[in-house]
């Protein structure tokens, strides 16, 4: 189900976002304001990649771990994903933010939001040769070509990071230690929660 950190306070500790990767590890992403620009990199697929650049990101950021549901596993389909009114179908793994640009990071499962997008490209009469695609990654090219109001359409959590260092979060986020978490970060909390509910076998893990 993923999880996003978004870090305004501070930056989360190498045991956070080892907690974050242990249950999410189909690939990472960050983005952070730095010298007035937001920066971003995606598709960081080892934990090592991912504390390696720690001492290089700067508040405020937002951090993005996946747990793979649609499109399978690919650096491609890692968060952020950029939205550009200019470049709808762009979907580059770094990059600085430019004016009227923003970043998405999604926690949930929104099983008809590449049909919608389909739809919407038959309308606007558009045409996607890529195919490498996610709910994700449907939402972000959505909202480039739209506008926000397209995020009305779900119901999962959202942050969207924007060019002039703002961050929005639709959805029930929670503090942790001075992070906002969409997804708790105590695993041992969790892990109660998880073997009360079923385990795997109940689908129960509380997200």
């Known amino acids: 189900m993923c999880v996003i950190i978004i870090a305004q306070k501070r930056l989360p500790t190498t045991e956070e976002l080892k907690r974050a990767w242990q249950r999410n590890e189909d690939g990472a992403g ?6 007035g620009k937001v920066k971003w990199v995606k598709g960081l697929m080892r934990l090592n990649d991912v504390l390696e650049l720690l ?16 499109g399978g596993v690919s650096q491609a389909l890692t968060h952020p994903f950029l939205i550009s009114p200019r470049m709808p179908f762009s979907n580059p793994l ?33 045409r996607l040769d890529d195919t490498v695609m996610s709910d994700s990654r449907a939402i972000a090219i959505a909202i480039s070509l739209v506008g926000e109001v397209a995020l009305t359409l779900y119901h999962s959590k959202f942050a969207l990071f924007r060019a002039d260092g703002s961050i929005t979060i639709k959805g029930n986020f929670t503090e942790e230690d001075g992070l906002l978490v969409s997804t708790p970060l105590r695993w041992e909390i969790d892990f109660v929660r998880w073997t009360k509910r079923g385990g795997y076998g109940g689908y129960g893990l509380e997200l």
Do not use: C, Y
């Not at 960050?30 to 010298?35: F, H, T």
């Not at 001492?55 to 649609?70: D, G, I, N």
């Open 55 to 70: 001492p290089k990101v700067k508040l405020p950021s937002v951090w993005h771990f996946r747990s793979a549901t649609h």
């Open 30 to 35: 960050v983005a952070w304001m730095e010298r």
């Open 94 to 126: 770094k990059g600085v933010l430019k004016d009227g640009e923003s970043l998405l990071f999604h926690n949930g499962v929104e099983g008809q939001a590449i049909s919608n997008l389909i739809n919407l490209l038959a309308i606007k009469n558009l």
